[in-house]
């Protein structure tokens, strides 16, 4: 029945869910140009409520838990497993007041309406997969600018999505990297939940009445503990909240 019903609602999320892109991107290019950095920011955040919320048209829930009680004034180091583009929009949303930014593919920073604009200017990394010193570089920079502005930073560290949901080992690479710059900076393990459903029949149709869930799982102090041994104990905690064994 899911696959039937997204024959009939998937143009219509997709309607609404473009709409929001192209409504959003001459409103972030004013932000950014002419009011800074939290104008911007504030843009984003907004056009990533809409796209979160446009799952409605898909009769699908959104619920996002988070019973931490993370700092403000400290870096952090968000870590998730990840299953579809889904995922993105409401992490954006709920942790705004963290001032997330994402490492990226470079080839994402052209061509999509409003994506492609956050993604040049919002303070993030943009990566070349081909240029290993490219991306490390990259990453380094969104370290500094973690550091020096106490932002936070969101890795995927499966390296790519789950399409069955089923979760892939965590690669150490870009958490190592950033603890070069910030050694200071808390892990806070995110398990995402059924966006993966979402996309299961492919682009065409989506899949309707899907439950998409985000929690935030117990920080994780880098105090005495190396890269590889944090990433264990992130991707560890996922799958313990997730039911998922290695």
């Known amino acids: 029945m899911n696959k039937f019903l997204g024959y009939i609602f998937t143009p219509v999320f997709y309607f609404f869910f473009l709409l929001s892109l192209l409504i959003f991107q ?49 870096p952090i180091i968000f870590v998730a497993n990840h299953q579809s583009m889904y995922d993105i929009p409401g992490i954006f949303w ?29 303070g993030g990394a943009n990566i070349n997969r081909k240029d290993s010193k490219q991306a490390v570089s990259e990453i380094i920079k969104l370290g500094r600018r973690m550091k020096d ?35 200071n900076a808390l892990i806070v393990p995110i398990a995402i939940e059924n ?9 065409y149709p989506l899949s309707f009445g899907e439950k998409l869930r985000w929690t935030v799982l117990d920080p994780i102090t880098t105090a005495g503990r190396n890269a590889e041994e944090l990433t264990n104990m992130a991707e560890g905690a996922i799958r313990k909240a997730l039911n998922q064994e290695a």
């Not at 709920?94 to 919002?122: A, C, D, Q, R």
């Not at 932002?151 to 080992?169: L, V, Y």
């Not at 966006?195 to 682009?203: A, D, E, F, M």
Request: proline share 4%.
């Open 26 to 74: 001459p409103i972030q290019w004013i932000c950014y140009r002419f009011f800074g950095y939290k104008a911007h920011k504030a843009s984003v955040d907004y056009l990533n409520f809409f796209l979160t919320y446009c799952q409605v048209f898909l009769g699908s829930s959104t619920t996002f838990v988070n019973h931490q009680d993370l700092p403000l004034n400290h």
């Open 149 to 183: 502005n106490n932002w936070s930073a969101m890795i995927f560290a499966e390296g790519t999505r789950a399409k069955d949901g089923r979760i892939k080992p965590f690669q150490v690479g870009g958490i190592a990297t950033l603890l070069k710059t910030v050694p």
């Open 94 to 122: 709920f942790l705004k007041k963290y001032h997330v930014k994402f490492i990226s593919k470079i080839e994402l920073t052209k061509g999509i309406p409003s994506i492609s604009f956050n993604l040049k200017y919002g």
């Open 195 to 203: 966006s993966w459903k979402v996309v299961q029949y492919g682009t």
